[in-house]
């Protein structure tokens, strides 16, 4: 079955322990990409990966980091967590960024809160 | 970044009523999604449109990618109380990697 695999699905920490976040996909996709979901803001993309060892900033990467050296994982790392990095985690995957008929497929979501 | 506006932002509607609800942008999308969110669920994909102008349906739901790029609306048919969620669009632009979301329509059907 494919599947966008997020672990944990939920996380409650201190500010500034170090964590990180896990995706993986077991559809071989290139393209992986993780969003925040805050009320009233819907999806802000944080971070991308077009294919493996290539990552881009989205829209608020501040205060993570990504890495992508194998296909099937894509974590979110998060340094020195912040109370404002409390939110609702999504990954996401796209067979290609380039392929005319991709569409993104969506994790169950991590809740992360920072105390 | 690229900014996507979703509206309404809300529908209280009752059961069999039709809903429609669109996306706009100032900016050229190559790809327009549709997704579903149900509380405490990741979204889930209802309609992509890969063509501008194209036009697809999905049992009682029908989107359209518009014919500037810019824009792209999603119709229900026939509500039902099961249609009650979030129903988000998404915007890509294929030739930059990101992806844009609108802020979502809440939709509620009243039986």
């Known amino acids: 079955e494919a599947q966008v695999t997020q672990n944990p699905r939920y996380l409650i920490t201190v500010t500034g322990k170090k964590l990180t976040v896990t995706c993986s996909q077991n559809m071989n996709h290139e393209y992986m990409s993780w969003y925040r979901q805050d009320p009233g803001l819907g999806l802000r993309q944080i971070y991308y990966s077009m294919n493996v060892e290539v990552t881009d900033k989205g829209d608020v990467p501040e205060g993570y980091k990504v890495s992508r050296k194998e296909k099937r994982n894509f974590p979110l790392i998060l340094e020195s967590p912040s109370p404002n990095q409390t939110s609702l985690y999504f990954c996401?995957?796209?067979?290609?960024?380039?392929?005319?008929?991709?569409?993104?497929?969506f994790g169950n979501g991590t809740r992360l809160t920072v105390t | 970044g690229q900014q996507l506006n979703q509206s309404p932002q809300s529908m209280f509607i009752q059961e069999g009523e039709d809903v429609s609800m669109n996306c706009t942008s100032s900016?050229?999308?190559?790809?327009w999604l549709w997704y579903k969110q149900e509380p405490g669920e990741g979204p889930v994909l209802l309609i992509a449109?890969?063509?501008?102008?194209e036009l697809t349906s999905n049992g009682r739901l029908t989107a359209q990618f518009g014919i500037t790029r810019k824009d792209s609306f999603l119709n229900i048919s026939a509500s039902i109380p099961s249609d009650v969620g979030i129903y988000f669009c998404a915007g890509l632009a294929t030739n930059a990697g990101k992806s844009t979301f609108g802020d979502g329509t809440t939709l509620t059907v009243k039986p």
């Open positions: 900016s050229i999308f190559n790809t």
């Open positions: 996401a995957t796209l067979a290609s960024f380039f392929s005319p008929d991709s569409p993104l497929h």
């Open positions: 449109l890969y063509k501008a102008g």
